[in-house]
């Protein structure tokens, strides 16, 4: 039977999934984020507490919640409609506090979710309005995360989300399994081959790469699964010199989509767009 338990802990509240031996642990107040992940005997997220009980600092940690937009703008600004608008790295969501809108556990799974509402504030720097739910479940030792993005604006509202992941992995020198046969490095701007090892130690900036799915090493016997839906068509890998992690990004499109127009979602009037990730553990084979 999996439950749902409610606890406080340095002044926020939190919510942790259990089932089968596996755990998730949520917080609203801090951008709907999933905070920790146990399954299958591993904790496969890395946390800075720090971060995550100081308000005034981005969370180093967990899986922030990448909305409207993943990455950067130059200038922190894009235009849209003939007007100019100022957004932060990586949208408006991770840095607000989301509401509980329901729960639910039973004998397979449990999980909760939150929602996100435009509001005066954010119409500032983003002119929609909208309803942002975020479902982060745990079923059979895997976590999903879906996001429903309903539109209420009279016109189409462009989104090109994602989610940033911090993975408990130490070893700089990734293996990989992707489709993709090819990276872009940001550090020295160039297109290098991807031959199944990536090698992170050292860079400053990230690397992306085609395909949202991906698997990685988690250690020497499990490999780490991601497998998102056919809405991110893109993987972002970043490391923080030598800190005990590997952020590996599902996002929707690239850096500075807000101003090329590329790759962006345009989420119709009242026709909700529904996104989708999973991971998960496996043997290595």
């Not at 937009?69 to 949208?91: C, F, P, S, T």
């Not at 500032?124 to 995360?145: C, H, W």
């Not at 850096?255 to 496996?282: H, K, S």
Request: with cysteine; net charge negative.
């Amino acid at each position: 039977m999996y439950s749902i338990e409610e606890f406080d802990r340095q002044g926020m509240h939190f919510f942790r999934l259990k089932g089968e031996g596996a755990f998730v642990e949520v917080c609203p107040e801090r951008g709907g984020m999933i905070t920790a992940i146990h399954i299958a005997d591993e904790d496969l997220l890395y946390m800075n507490e720090e971060t995550l009980f100081d308000l005034d600092k981005n969370v180093r940690g967990g899986i922030p919640v990448l909305f409207p937009i993943a990455g950067q703008l130059r200038g922190k600004q894009y235009e849209w409609e003939d007007r100019v608008y100022q957004m932060a790295n990586h949208g408006l969501a991770r840095t607000r506090p989301l509401e509980v809108a329901g729960q639910s556990c039973g004998t397979d799974h449990a999980e909760i979710t939150l929602v996100f509402h435009s509001t005066t504030e954010t119409r500032v720097s983003y002119p929609f309005d909208f309803e942002m739910q975020l479902t982060n479940r745990l079923a059979g030792g895997k976590v999903t995360i879906l996001q429903k993005v309903t539109n209420r604006s009279a016109g189409p509202m462009p989104i090109c989300p994602g989610f940033h992941p911090y993975f408990a992995i130490r070893d700089k020198a990734l293996e990989l399994e992707t489709a993709a046969t090819t990276y872009f490095d940001y550090n020295g701007h160039k297109e290098k081959p991807l031959t199944g090892k990536l090698e992170m130690a050292g860079l400053k900036e990230s690397v992306i790469f085609e395909g949202g799915s991906v698997k990685a090493a988690f250690h020497a016997t499990k490999d780490l699964a991601i497998e998102a839906d056919e809405h991110f068509r893109y993987t972002v890998v970043w490391v923080e010199g030598d800190a005990p992690f590997v952020c590996i990004e599902p996002w929707v499109a690239k850096n500075e989509a807000l101003n090329t127009n590329e790759g962006l979602i345009l989420v119709r009037p009242e026709q909700p767009v529904v996104l989708e990730v999973n991971f998960y553990l496996e043997n290595r084979s």
